[in-house]
């Protein structure tokens, strides 16, 4: 059973900063990319940032210059430095990862979510 476990959320005014953590756990699991994902009410998931195997970074240009993703392939994490937050940032993060067991296709998977709300 693949476990994504997720923390750091909460609230921050404007111009704050929060930093994500998640943790992925899994028996004799092999991880493509991981990211984050976020969904505000009313909209749709969309992707916040993520990062390959290869260590190869893709943002949301709504977090460009302010949000950075990084990981640690030894602890199988991956954490999001979020700064200059914004209202429009609110929203609840979710941790995803592409991971597979050995001579098995990638699946994608998925934290429980965790709320990060930004006030003006």
């Known amino acids: 059973q693949v476990q994504l476990v997720e923390s750091g959320g909460g609230l921050v005014q404007a111009g704050g900063s929060l930093r994500l953590s998640c943790a992925v756990s899994?028996?004799?699991?092999?991880?493509?990319?991981m990211g984050w994902y976020r969904q505000a009410p009313g909209k749709q998931r969309e992707l916040v940032a993520l990062?390959?195997?290869?260590?190869?970074?893709n943002y949301s240009d709504s977090v460009k210059g302010r949000f950075t993703i990084s990981r640690d392939n030894a602890k199988n994490t991956v954490t999001l430095q979020m700064n200059s937050l914004k209202p429009a940032d609110t929203a609840v993060y979710y941790c995803?990862?592409?991971?597979?067991?050995?001579?098995?296709?990638?699946?994608?998977?998925w934290g429980q979510g965790t709320q990060v709300t930004v006030s003006s």
């Open positions: 995803n990862t592409q991971a597979r067991k050995v001579a098995s296709p990638y699946i994608t998977y």
């Open positions: 990062v390959t195997s290869d260590g190869t970074t």
């Open positions: 899994g028996v004799m699991l092999r991880i493509n990319s």
